[in-house]
């Protein structure tokens, strides 16, 4: 029997064991070590600064300094640094030894696709997009050595699914769960019951998993992704092709989509824009509300930062984070007053919905706009 996709990424008892202590390190470091940051902040930091300026820190501009000298926020840094660095050299090690079979089988099963694929070699990259290593994963999201290469995707895909594994959420579901794609299809569905979408756009869908989510919750309409990276919707194409779920993938700028006006009814995205220059956004924002129809949604789905909500300490982890780890955009797009962004791109005012909605022990920020 011929192992498909999802067979093949399964990593061996060795791999398997180092990516479930990453996963661990990671929850201590994000979880209980940010919480006794955050008591330490509290009880000493927070004093000492009151004692010596006469107020709190305002915001983490003013904080950053008090957390540099701790050692406690300095060991926490540490971890973080080192099990990012942890994580992609644990997951790599799974990629290199399965990747010239998963690429065999994807070229196999795209012999005869049902769905379609458009690349465009010619495209640019927008910087600073183009030179970052997000999430500092090494060579970034668009590194390629040929046609055929699906590593850099690979990879990507292989991060979700640890992150999925420290979670507790791959004993209960298959390879490739499009858990998050389903969530943002229950909010569209909830909040726009009476949207019936002939076609569909997913905005940065990455490896594509959670574009599945998008045919699964409207089955009769037309499902597109594009993302800027050609590894990444070579492998989305593959994924879905395997999967018998026919979808559209494009290699395109979110600025500049090449689709003509008013073609879609639904325009999605999850946490594209924190990792997106804010000067892009509104670029996106705009392309999007020309793309829609009379009635149709943009709909997002990103991080709940934004600085109002955030104590002290968060704010400066945060900050740290944009700094030192491979999310440089984070900050720029919690910092962005989003409802405004979308009424300069031509959303009305009575078109735009902003609010925050819960998920697990978190919340997402959910944001856009609905063409009258």
């Keep these: 029997m011929v192992a498909t996709l999802s067979q093949l990424y399964k990593p061996n008892h060795d791999e398997a064991a180092r990516q479930r202590f990453i996963g661990v390190l990671k929850s201590f470091a994000n979880g209980s070590l940010e919480e006794q940051l955050a008591e330490r902040y509290e009880q000493v930091l927070k004093k000492n600064f009151e004692l010596e300026v006469g107020h709190s820190p305002a915001d983490r501009s003013e904080a950053r300094s008090l957390f540099e000298a701790d050692p406690l926020y300095q060991l926490w840094g540490s971890m973080v640094f080192t099990s990012q660095g942890l994580m992609w050299e644990t997951v790599g090690s799974t990629c290199k030894r399965i990747k010239d079979l998963f690429e ?30 997000i999430h500092r994963q090494p060579g970034g999201y668009f590194a390629s050595t040929g046609p055929n290469d699906l590593k850099t995707a690979l990879i990507y895909f292989g991060t979700l699914e640890l992150y999925r594994a420290a979670k507790g959420l791959t004993a209960h579901a298959p390879v490739g769960e499009p858990g998050i794609g389903r969530f943002v299809m229950q909010v569209a569905k909830r909040d726009f019951p009476n949207l019936r979408p002939l076609r569909i756009l997913e905005l940065g869908c990455g490896t594509g998993i959670d574009t599945i989510a998008l045919k699964e919750a409207y089955p009769d309409a037309e499902v597109h992704g594009l993302d800027l990276s050609a590894p990444f919707v070579k492998f989305a194409h593959a994924w879905a092709e395997e999967s018998g779920v026919i979808l559209h993938f494009k290699q395109a700028d979110a600025q500049a989509t090449g689709y003509p006006d008013g073609y879609f009814d639904l325009i999605v995205s999850h946490i594209l824009f924190h990792e997106t220059w804010h000067n892009i956004a509104p670029k996106i924002f705009s392309e999007a509300r020309r793309l829609l129809i009379s009635g149709g949604v943009f709909l997002n789905a990103d991080v709940p930062y934004q600085p109002a909500r955030l104590t002290i300490p968060k704010q400066v982890t ?19 007053d989003v409802p405004s962004i979308l009424r300069d791109a031509g959303f009305k005012d009575n078109e735009v919905f902003s609010y925050y909605e819960p998920l697990g022990i978190g919340y997402y920020y959910f944001f856009g706009g609905q063409k009258k």
């Design 318 to 336: 945060n900050d740290w984070q944009v700094r030192n780890n491979g999310e440089p955009f984070w900050t720029g797009f919690a910092d962005t």
């Design 104 to 133: 065999a089988r994807a070229q196999r099963v795209t012999v005869n696709p049902r769905g379609t694929l458009s690349l465009n070699p010619s495209l640019e990259i927008p910087e600073p997009i183009a030179s970052t290593e």
